[in-house]
């Protein structure tokens, strides 16, 4: 039956073409943007979870920037401690020279007395920042190494402390005497004293500089994951878009003929009462 008042092709033909422009406008959306989720309303579940890794990949930024802090920090004290080990072996020549008798002890006692003074001087400028693990002064340093987000999405800070060797303690400079053969001989056992509390310091510095780096790299891994995860849920298949637009332009052309042919119907009628 036709009807001059109803027109069922027209609105099944229109209803087609709203469709396929809908359709056609979330392509389009998701090509200018690149992203298939972009708002709550596309998918409110995806876009909650990764709005929420995207709050984390900020605060494991702030995590690597506090970890290049105390790279560089550590890497400093780590320097100075390896250089003030060279000048003790330095040191401890002249006083293994200093031992014997026929050697000019006040010019040997000049160089050493030169030596301590350097090893003084490293030990206050071994700072970076104002943070400084070879004096007693600037004591351990708590570097952020981690946000932990457990099951029920409590998030909590995690730290790695690295401690202060405080070679201004424990390196008593005063007991290295080479004024004379026989307090030269005395200050042997002292040098060797000294040589190890450096070597051990140097290596706990080193140990903790490795610490960090290892940390900065897993930091950096794990946001590159996170990147990528997030990327999987809400980035667009721009192949896949590309296609898919085409294939709505035609229908779009399709729909709007079909369209025009449901609207001439009401016409054929009049053709009845000529």
């Known amino acids: 039956m036709s009807s001059i008042l109803t027109?069922?092709?027209?609105?099944?033909?229109?209803?087609?073409?709203?469709?396929?422009?809908?359709?056609?406008?979330?392509?389009q959306n998701e090509i200018s943007t690149g992203k298939t989720i972009g708002k709550a309303m596309d998918n409110s579940a995806i876009w909650a979870i990764s709005k929420v890794m995207e709050s984390d990949v900020s605060g494991f930024r702030a995590v690597s920037d506090a970890l290049?802090?105390?790279?560089?920090?550590?890497?400093?004290?780590?320097?100075?401690?390896?250089?003030?080990?060279?000048l003790f072996n330095e040191m401890k020549e002249k006083v293994v020279a200093a031992t014997g008798?026929?050697?000019?002890?006040?010019?040997?006692?000049?160089?050493?007395?030169?030596?301590?003074?350097?090893?003084?001087a490293i030990i206050s400028a071994s700072q970076f920042n104002g943070a400084n693990l070879l004096n007693t002064a600037g004591g351990d340093i708590t570097v952020l190494s981690s946000l932990d987000r457990d099951a029920s999405g409590t998030v909590t800070a995690a730290n790695i402390t690295v401690a202060s060797v405080d070679f201004e303690a424990s390196l008593d400079l005063t007991t290295i005497d080479v004024t004379s053969a026989t307090a030269a001989d005395t200050s042997l056992a002292a040098m060797e004293t000294l040589i190890q509390t450096a070597v051990d310091g140097a290596a706990a510095l080193g140990a903790s500089a490795k610490r960090l780096n290892d940390q900065g790299d897993f930091v950096s891994k794990v946001m590159d994951a996170m990147?990528?995860?997030?990327?999987?849920?809400?980035d667009a298949d721009m192949e896949a878009a590309s296609a898919r637009l085409q294939a709505l332009q035609v229908q779009q052309q399709l729909g709007v003929q079909a369209l025009s042919i449901a609207n001439q119907t009401p016409q054929t009628?009049?053709?009845?009462f000529r």
Request: proline share 0%.
């Open 7 to 27: 027109n069922n092709s027209a609105m099944v033909a229109l209803q087609t073409l709203k469709s396929t422009n809908a359709n056609l406008a979330k392509t």
């Open 68 to 86: 290049s802090l105390g790279q560089s920090t550590v890497a400093v004290a780590s320097a100075g401690a390896e250089q003030i080990t060279n």
């Open 101 to 120: 008798e026929n050697v000019d002890h006040t010019k040997i006692d000049a160089d050493v007395t030169e030596l301590k003074n350097q090893i003084t």
């Open 227 to 234: 990147k990528s995860g997030i990327g999987a849920m809400v």
């Open 269 to 272: 009628l009049l053709s009845l």
